[in-house]
């Protein structure tokens, strides 16, 4: 077959997400808002909802009245303890209402469905953890105390079933609450281009005033995100060019333009720094920690009328619910080490929407089945450009690994991320696979070696050898750095 005649996406990419190449304005709301394209990637379809149907006015109330301080610069209910009692005295069970969240033909309005999660979610979060903020705002070296360990009928069972209708943990995650689903824009006009027209829809604290450092926290994930139409077709080129024999050509086209790609989310991910304030993030953080794992809640959360009134543990909202590093992991078969930090990741699956979870586990399904890994290494211009890639993982990872340290380790002895992972160890567990792999790559295919003769064009190895030189030396002295850096913190914390 001719380039040109290469079938892209493959029949089998088409029959697993018939949608991947769809106008998103053309997507029923019966889908789940985060049915991916090659246009809005890992985002929803649309922007999401900033109001509620008419039924939902009670819960929108309260979302819109709680942050610390308002749209209109007032005080919140949170700012003044308050929010339980409201909860409590102005909110019904709503369950009924989510049932009749159906489209003309009858099927789930998903798309709303996940907007009155978001705001359940919201308010959730909130019920819970504000006798923590209330114990971390008034002495902030005393931890943050206990938090309610139950959660409401009123606020539990709407939210329990629209989780249940999603097809997602009925907890707080990162892309159908947080983050992903939690954006609108000043002008439509602009839409995502400009970073400054992206705003929030709810917060906890400050996050309504665009420039606040919880905004930035927030939108900076959504400036990155919106470069990952390009990601995913990026991916698809590779795994699905590889299936159907095309030439080597084909597979490097699908790997440059990831690396185009990852070379614009990470210029937005560098600007973390400026818009989120590593001063400022521990306040508004106190409302994002989940249950797992956390010291303010041991024994759990009981959901009044759901699953007999047992205590219910969910791990809470995480960055590291993103799917860009994980889709270039599988892709790139990326082995992570058996550990508990690994199963860790395992479980942070769970909390990524739907069509997330299925098109991860496609690419890694598909990775392995035709061996990405071991095709990409047997050229050395592949075999660049793979290691590039894997390189982009690493610079990443690395500097999730600096905002942690910056952000949270040097500020808080808190010994668990959001999400219930441990804080110092948990991010170079994965940090230092991919390191591994990459000196792996590189030592048995490319670097040069006594006594061994060059299988190919030994100028050509030698050429692309001299590529990846400075990149290989930088990734052998960093892994050292990070070892040294995780032993010092967990020396220091007694871990």
Not at 51 to 75: H, I, T
């Amino acid at each position: 077959m001719t380039r040109t005649q290469v079938p892209y996406p493959s029949p089998t990419t088409l029959k697993r997400f018939p949608h991947i190449h769809d106008d998103p304005s053309s997507i029923s709301h019966s889908l789940d808002p985060f049915t991916i394209t090659t246009k809005t990637g890992f985002l929803p379809y649309e922007t999401a909802p900033v109001e509620l149907p008419e039924a939902f006015s009670a819960l929108l109330s309260l979302v819109n009245r709680l942050p610390v301080v308002r749209l209109d610069g007032k005080p919140g209910l949170l700012a003044t303890y308050e929010l339980g009692p409201a909860v409590k005295a102005e909110l019904t069970d709503l369950t009924d209402e989510v049932e009749k969240l159906v489209l003309p033909d009858g099927s789930p309005d998903r798309f709303t469905i996940a907007a009155v999660f978001r705001d359940y979610t919201f308010l959730a979060s909130s019920y819970l953890l504000e006798p923590c903020w209330e114990h971390w705002n008034k002495d902030p070296e005393g931890g943050y105390g206990l938090g309610r360990d139950v959660l409401p009928q009123s606020v539990a069972r709407p939210m329990y079933r629209c989780a249940e209708i999603l097809n997602l943990p009925p907890f707080m995650s990162y892309a159908a609450s947080y983050a992903l689903f939690n954006y609108t824009v000043a002008d439509p006009a602009k839409g995502l281009s400009e970073y400054s027209n992206l705003r929030l829809i709810r917060s906890f604290e400050k996050g309504l005033d665009p420039k606040s450092s919880e905004a930035g926290f927030i939108l900076t994930h959504v400036d990155m995100v919106k470069e990952t139409g390009s990601l995913v077709a990026g991916v698809l080129k590779v795994v699905d060019s590889l299936e159907q024999h095309a030439s080597r050509q084909e597979i490097n086209d699908g790997y440059r333009e990831i690396l185009k790609t990852m070379e614009k989310i990470e210029a937005s991910m560098e600007d973390m720094w400026g818009n989120s304030k590593p001063s400022e993030y521990l306040s508004f953080r106190v409302f994002i920690f989940g249950i797992t794992n956390q010291s303010m809640f041991p024994n759990g959360v009981i959901y009044e009328g759901c699953e007999d009134n047992k205590p219910l543990n969910f791990r809470g909202e995480s960055g590291a619910n993103d799917s860009i590093i994980p889709l270039l992991d599988h892709l790139c078969e990326i082995p992570m080490p058996e550990t508990p930090l690994t199963k860790i990741l395992h479980e942070f699956r769970a909390y990524r929407p739907l069509p997330h979870r299925e098109f991860l586990t496609y690419i890694r399904e598909k990775s392995e089945e035709l061996g990405v890994q071991k095709y990409s290494i047997q050229d050395s211009e592949t075999a660049v450009l793979f290691l590039r890639t894997l390189n982009h993982i690493r610079s990443f990872r690395w500097r999730h690994w600096l905002f942690a340290r910056e952000y949270i380790i040097r500020r808080t002895p808190h010994p668990t991320a959001t999400g219930g992972s441990p804080i110092v160890t948990w991010l170079p567990n994965q940090l230092s696979a991919v390191m591994e792999l990459m000196i792996k790559v590189y030592d048995d295919n490319l670097a040069p070696k006594d006594g061994v003769a060059v299988v190919g064009n030994e100028d050509l190895i030698a050429s692309h050898r001299k590529q990846v030189e400075p990149m290989m030396e930088l990734v052998r002295d960093q892994k050292e750095k990070l070892a040294r850096e995780v032993e010092r913190w967990c020396q220091e914390r007694g871990v």
